[in-house]
C-alpha cells in the first residue's frame, strides 16, 4: 500500500537554528499539508499546498515557516528561527483529488528544540 | 468557524467488551466525509473508518461501526470486541469542501483496553 514517507523520525536542533522537515507524499496525490501535534494536545491545521502554491495557511504558519515541492516529489516544512514552542510532532500528509478516501498521513518527526 | 467536540478525554473499556466514542461538529455544508483516526503510541495516525455525509447507511469496517446522525451532527465510532491493540487517541474528524478539504480535528479521546 503507497505511503507517506517522512525524515528524520526525530529531530534535535538548538533554539534559534533552522530546521527542515521532509516528506515524500504518494506519487498520484495532489493535496498536501503539514499538521502539528505539541505533546498531549489536539492535532492543529498548518498548511495546505497544490498546483506549487499555498491554498491555505492557519495562524500558526507565520512568517518562520515555509513550504516548497523542490523536485515534485519531495515536499519540505522549513523553520527559520525555532523556539522552544515549535517542539511538537509535525505530520504530513497527502491527499487524491477525491475526498472520499480522506489523507494518508506520514508516521511524523518530533521535533525538539532545546 | 467550524468546531469538533469530543467530550470525552479519557475512556477505558474491558477487554472483548464494546466501546462508544462520541463526537458532535458543526459545519453549514449539507455534504461532507467524516473520519475516525487512531494515534496508537507510536504517534502513527491510522484511518480508522469513513463515513460520507449524504450516505445514510452507517459505515462499519470489520469490529468498527459508526452512528451518523446529520441532523444532530454528531458521528459516535462503536468498536466492538476491544482488543488490547486498540489502546489508542482517537481523533474524530470532518473534511469539509469550504475548508478546501482540510481535516479539522477533535481534541481526541484516549481509550485503554485492559485486560
Known amino acids: 500500500e503507497p505511503e507517506v514517507t517522512q525524515t528524520p523520525s526525530h529531530q534535535v536542533t538548538q533554539m534559534g537554528q533552522e530546521v527542515i522537515l521532509r516528506c515524500v507524499p504518494i506519487s498520484n496525490h495532489l493535496y498536501f499539508y503539514w499538521y502539528r501535534q505539541i505533546l498531549g494536545q489536539k492535532v492543529e491545521f498548518l498548511v495546505s499546498f497544490y498546483n506549487n502554491e499555498i491554498s491555505e495557511k492557519s495562524e500558526i504558519f507565520d512568517d518562520q515557516f515555509s513550504v516548497e515541492r523542490p523536485d515534485g516529489s519531495n515536499f519540505t516544512l522549513k523553520i527559520r528561527s525555532t523556539k522552544l514552542e515549535d517542539s511538537a510532532m509535525y505530520f504530513c500528509?497527502?491527499?487524491?483529488?477525491?475526498?472520499?478516501?480522506?489523507?494518508?498521513f506520514g508516521s511524523g518527526t518530533r521535533l525538539t528544540v532545546v | 468557524a467550524q468546531t469538533v467536540t469530543q467530550s470525552q478525554p479519557e475512556m477505558s473499556v474491558q477487554e472483548a467488551e464494546t466501546v462508544t466514542l462520541s463526537c458532535t461538529y458543526d459545519?453549514?455544508?449539507?455534504?461532507?466525509?467524516l473520519f475516525w483516526y487512531k494515534q496508537p503510541p507510536s504517534r502513527q495516525m491510522i484511518l480508522v473508518i469513513r463515513q460520507e455525509a449524504y450516505k445514510q447507511q452507517n459505515a462499519t469496517e470489520n469490529r468498527f461501526s459508526v452512528n451518523f446522525q446529520k441532523a444532530a451532527k454528531s458521528f459516535s465510532l462503536k468498536i466492538s470486541d476491544s482488543q488490547l491493540g486498540d489502546t489508542a487517541m482517537y481523533f474524530c474528524a470532518p473534511l469539509l469542501y469550504n475548508q478546501g478539504g482540510k481535516l479539522i480535528f477533535g481534541q481526541g479521546t484516549e481509550l485503554s483496553v485492559k485486560p
Open positions: 500528509a497527502s491527499r487524491a483529488d477525491s475526498l472520499n478516501y480522506g489523507y494518508t
Open positions: 459545519t453549514s455544508e449539507s455534504n461532507y466525509y
